[in-house]
């Protein structure tokens, strides 16, 4: 009789790591997508004509992390955007408009500053893209710098 009860919970502590380790597997953050689909409205003429008028030193592009992961409002960009930029944020698997991959060279390369400085500054209306109309045009344009400097490290 014992050996039977021993048997069974042996069977059901089994059963129990192999369905946590599919519940593990499930998981596991998506594969980013690149190049990625974009339906992103257009920003007005005299925004697309903007161009980044901070040069990309070290200094620059650091503010613009710590913007992008700790500091801005009303969120931090990494909940959607991921701590490595490529979409994946913890927030981004709900999201039918899916917020873009800034690792994605052949998707950011299509892409101008003006645009990217306007989706920022205004939000892109129809997604959970957020308005950050509060930042000064400085630290938009220091966010554009630490953004633009994840697609540029593969070649
Ligand atoms: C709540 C989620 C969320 C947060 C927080 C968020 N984004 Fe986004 N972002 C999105 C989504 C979704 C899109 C795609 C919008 C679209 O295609 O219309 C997007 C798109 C963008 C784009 C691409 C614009 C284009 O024309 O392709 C840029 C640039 C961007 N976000 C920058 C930022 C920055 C910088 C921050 C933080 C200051 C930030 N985002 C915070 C969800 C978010």
Redesign the pocket.
């Known amino acids: 009789m014992i050996k039977i009860i021993t048997i069974r919970l042996i069977a059901l502590v089994i059963f129990l790591i192999f369905s946590s380790s599919i519940a593990w597997a499930e998981y596991k953050e998506p594969p980013e997508v690149c190049p990625q689909e974009?339906?992103?409205?257009k920003a007005p003429s005299h925004y697309l004509k903007k161009t980044n008028p901070l040069r990309a030193t070290p200094r620059n592009i650091k503010k613009g992390k710590v913007?992008?992961q700790i500091k801005?409002k009303p969120?931090?960009?990494k909940?959607?955007?991921g701590m490595l930029g490529n979409g994946q944020?913890s927030?981004a698997s709900s999201?039918k408009?899916?917020?873009?991959n800034?690792t994605c060279k052949q998707t950011m390369e299509s892409?101008s500053d003006g645009?990217?400085f306007w989706?920022?500054k205004k939000g892109?209306k129809?997604?959970?893209?957020?308005a950050?109309s509060y930042?000064s045009d400085k630290k938009i344009w220091q966010?554009?710098l630490y953004?633009r400097s994840l697609s540029k490290r593969d070649a």
Request: net charge positive; with cysteine.
């Open positions: 974009r339906k992103t409205a913007l992008s801005a969120m931090a960009c909940h959607c955007h944020g927030m999201m408009i899916k917020p873009r800034f892409i645009q990217l989706i920022i892109s129809g997604s959970t893209m957020p950050y930042l966010l554009i953004i």
